[in-house]
């Protein structure tokens, strides 16, 4: 099968350590009583509701019209959007842009291994999930049945893979100047109980997802947000929890996802004094040059009157 050329291609087969481990093979309870330590910290150092350090940066792929790059720890995720182009195999005009969205995890981003180019359940379920957040955010109906390409590569996975997706996917838009309305962030929480795992790692997803106690609150929450429109463009829950337990996780939420905006807005307007200071030196740059073109020609008219 032929290589996708605009990702980074990794080993076609590739398993983690982590299956040969004794970690793989404890039990939940064993695992459970890991998560926290006497100190009410988790395995990383984090408090609870404390959500792990962002690095961010634009314009991580050259082929792309924007790009963007996201580490959150050891969850690091690629971004490319590319320009719009006319809708394929479409009869009926559209009035609306399409957004065709695509996540790929790498073969090695997991501990369970993946099949490098067949699209599983899990990463058809992300890019759904990614569209549909993404839909009320970009402004649609200023490129009729044009569709906007968005592809989004884990090269590592260690929790709220789809929250660093769509924030990802909000930079690179931004990056490429697609008409948005709001910049979109987005956050996740893992709910085991009567505690609240803001920014999860993968093994607390895990065990948030398949808790066997039925009777408590156990579940992820995953919320995107328009900051300045104070809308919630997205909101996904996965288990089983009840309202106010969900009305608590949604002001967390809200107050992560407001959080990340000051780090995107100032990654752009670092995108904006760069691309001046760039205007300004090409302009000094071509000054010096018709500069030097117009002594050269006066050289040139004074040889061809004096000969």
């Known amino acids: 099968m032929p290589l996708d050329y605009r990702r980074f291609n990794g080993p076609e087969d590739s398993v983690s350590y982590k299956r040969f481990t004794e970690d793989y093979l404890k039990s939940y309870d064993e695992l459970y009583s890991e998560l926290i330590d006497a100190n009410e910290h988790r395995k990383d150092g984090r408090e609870i509701e404390e959500a792990r350090t962002m690095y961010a940066r634009s314009n991580m792929v050259s082929q792309a019209k924007g790009s963007s790059y996201i580490e959150m720890k050891k969850t690091k995720v690629v971004c490319s959007v590319f320009d719009p182009r006319e809708t394929m195999h479409q009869n009926e005009f559209s009035t609306l842009g399409q957004l065709f969205c695509e996540v790929k995890f790498a073969p090695f981003s997991c501990h369970h291994q993946r ?35 968005i592809f989004v ?12 997706a769509i924030n990802a996917a ?3 838009l931004a990056n490429a100047a697609v008409p948005m ?27 948030a997802i398949t808790s066997p106690d039925t009777k408590t609150n156990h579940g992820l929450i995953t919320m995107s947000m328009l900051h300045e429109l104070k809308q919630v463009a997205d909101f996904r829950q ?14 967390i939420l809200e107050q992560e996802c407001k959080k990340i905006v000051p780090k995107i807005q ?6 904006v004094v760069k691309g001046v ?26 040889l061809l009157n004096g000969g």
């Open 170 to 172: 909000g930079l690179a």
């Open 238 to 251: 996965i288990g089983s929890l009840d309202v106010d337990c969900v009305l608590k996780a949604t002001d």
């Open 266 to 271: 100032k990654i752009l307007v670092k995108n």
């Open 277 to 302: 200071e760039q205007q300004k030196k090409l302009h000094e740059e071509a000054k010096v040059r018709e500069a030097a073109l117009k002594a050269k020609m006066e050289e040139w008219k004074l």
């Open 153 to 164: 590569y884990i090269l590592e996975n260690d929790g709220s893979c789809l929250a660093a």
């Open 115 to 149: 099949q490098p180019h067949v699209p599983d359940s899990e990463e058809k379920a992300l890019s759904v999930a990614l569209r549909k957040a993404l839909e009320p955010t970009v402004c649609r109906h200023l490129f009729p049945n044009f569709q906007i390409d």
């Open 181 to 207: 309305y709001d910049i979109i962030t987005a956050c996740s929480v893992a709910i085991i109980g009567d505690k609240m795992f803001v920014d999860p790692t993968q093994p607390e997803e895990h065990l």
